[in-house]
């Protein structure tokens, strides 16, 4: 039986993370979760999550949320709960996956099998990835990318107390997509993660 893998993606946005991420559990022939987690949540706990998507991967709202009882008030905070519960529990299953992140990184942190990545991507690469995505100027594609890093600092840094998003110290491995594309990234990681598990 083969050994259980877990592998957790950390990303700039306009870096190529998920596509990378996507290609890479495609080439390991595992599973990847993003948003499509909400679509198990919804059948396990039999509810529609198409309100909750809004709040995947936002920081909570300090000024009117509150814990009461140990239960929260904040929507921001429920759902990344959900997701942390049903990633432990698949991984507590022994399932191998790829997570886009969601804290995989804290989440799975010194577990056996468990692989962390954050990958990152030139300014002028981002701006032209983003203006091509969501035909934008280069200005607003730039105040985008600004405003969605800041937003997924704060979300990983709230939930997060074992290490600072993006700090390279926090991952096993801290790439620049870059450098060698889409395809050469995958190909790099595919390599070093079959490296790190033969150890």
């Not at 399932?95 to 804290?103: K, M, Q």
């Not at 990152?120 to 594609?141: G, L, T």
């Amino acid at each position: 039986m083969e050994k259980q893998l877990i592998v957790s993606i950390g990303r700039q946005y306009g870096s190529a993370g998920r596509e990378i991420g996507l290609k890479l559990a495609e080439k390991l022939d595992i599973p990847l979760y993003d948003r499509n987690l909400f679509e198990e949540i919804g059948k396990i706990k039999n509810i529609d999550t198409n309100n909750l998507e809004k709040y995947d991967e936002v920081p909570r709202k300090f000024f009117f949320s509150r814990k009461v009882k140990g239960y929260s008030n904040s929507p921001e905070e429920n759902v990344a709960e959900l997701q942390f519960g049903l990633l432990k529990s698949k991984a507590a299953d022994g399932d191998s996956f790829i997570v886009v992140g969601r804290c995989a990184d804290e989440l799975f942190r010194g577990m056996e099998g468990f692989i962390s990545i954050f990958i990152i991507a030139d300014m002028d690469e981002k701006i032209k990835r983003i203006m091509e995505i969501r035909n934008m100027d280069p200005k607003k594609a730039r105040l985008t990318i600004e405003r969605h890093d800041r937003k997924r600092r704060a979300y990983h840094d709230y939930f997060c107390k074992g290490g600072k998003w993006g700090d390279c110290t926090n991952y096993d491995i801290c790439i620049n997509s870059s450098l060698l594309g889409i395809d050469g990234t995958v190909d790099l990681l595919y390599t070093m993660i079959q490296k790190m598990r033969e150890k």
